[in-house]
């Protein structure tokens, strides 16, 4: 059983489109998150959710909208996608995030290639 | 602000000798420490985590991490480096968001090769 999952794996696409990807997780966990890597691996902390409710925006440009349909659930819409867009997205899940020692559970990445 | 600062980009070793991966934190409270895998093209897993009951911290695959917190280091090893280790490594500090949440801030990540 896959704990946190990701789709698609891949995605290719053109400047100026829109695209979503979805994350699940089936830990029962409250808290959810979505994370950039660059290409060069660096990794930061996008958004998070804890039971539906956004917590945390980290100055993201808002052509990226996140939405949380029920806590198991966290997707990502990207509007007018742009080259800097392109990365690894990582969606990850912990218990709720006031406790600075919850581990948090990561999904195997999208990539995202826009060209 | 919390912030962790890996000190080498990329360390190489040979099978069967000793890794050493280093990360120094900064931290205007009593931390929240971890260390983070990242296999080629796969998600990342927990190595261990620093939750204060002991400074020396074991954790998966024969790794472990102590806290020095007059030298504010975090700094993981393995006494004897496998073909499988081979990989990408997260430091990875917990720092409190909005809310009273907490986020996790990582380190650029130390690149591990592991030659025969």
């Known amino acids: 059983d896959t704990a946190v999952s990701q789709t698609p794996k891949y995605l290719v696409t053109q400047m100026g489109n829109d695209k979503s990807i979805k994350c699940e997780q089936n830990?029962?966990?409250?808290?959810m998150y979505w994370y950039k890597q660059d290409s060069k691996k660096f990794l930061k902390i996008m958004f998070s959710?804890?039971?539906?409710?956004?917590?945390i925006n980290e100055t993201v440009p808002n052509r990226f909208s996140p939405k949380s349909p029920d806590k198991a659930h966290l997707n990502l819409h990207i509007n007018s996608l742009e080259l800097g867009d392109s990365a690894v997205y990582f969606c990850?899940?912990?218990?709720?995030?006031?406790?600075?020692?919850?581990?948090?559970?990561f999904g195997p990445g999208t990539r995202l290639t826009v060209l | 602000a919390q912030s962790v600062t890996q000190l080498d980009s990329h360390v190489s070793v040979s099978e069967g000798t000793p890794v050493l991966l280093r990360c120094n934190y900064s931290?205007?409270?009593?931390?929240?420490l971890f260390w983070y895998v990242q296999h080629p093209n796969k998600g990342l897993q927990l190595l261990l985590k620093?939750?204060?009951?002991?400074?020396l911290v074991k954790g998966i695959n024969g790794f472990e991490a102590e806290f020095k917190k007059s030298e504010t280091s975090f700094h993981l090893t393995k006494p004897s480096a496998h073909m499988s280790d081979a990989a990408e490594y997260f430091c990875v500090v917990s720092a409190r968001g909005g809310g009273g949440y907490n986020k996790l801030i990582f380190g650029a990540g130390t690149r591990l090769a592991v030659h025969p």
């Open positions: 620093y939750t204060s009951a002991a400074t």
């Open positions: 830990l029962g966990h409250d808290t």
């Open positions: 931290s205007s409270y009593s931390p929240s």
């Open positions: 990850a899940s912990s218990q709720a995030g006031t406790s600075g020692y919850n581990e948090q559970f």
């Open positions: 959710y804890n039971n539906k409710e956004l917590i």
